[in-house]
């Protein structure tokens, strides 16, 4: 087992592990929970192209209001 911690040498590598880990934990949620992503604006309001800012939100999101995430 190695002891020393991992220090960063630029901020392009700080960024690339962020963004790593930022995609790790949004497909776990799509893929290990029963939350679905849709982007915002959403496709119909933004002439059919993908939004900027992705969310996520329970699949019985219509059904089940006191449990909404």
């Not at 630029?10 to 949620?29: A, F, G």
């Not at 933004?46 to 995430?69: H, V």
């Amino acid at each position: 087992m190695v002891d020393e911690i991992y220090k960063f040498t630029n901020q392009k590598e700080y960024d690339k592990l962020c963004e790593d880990i930022i995609n790790y934990i949004q497909e776990y949620l799509v893929l290990n929970t029963e939350m679905k992503e849709d982007w915002v604006p959403l496709a119909d309001d933004n002439g059919g192209q993908k939004g900027a800012n992705n969310i996520f939100y329970s699949s019985n999101q219509y059904t089940n209001y006191r449990e909404l995430l």
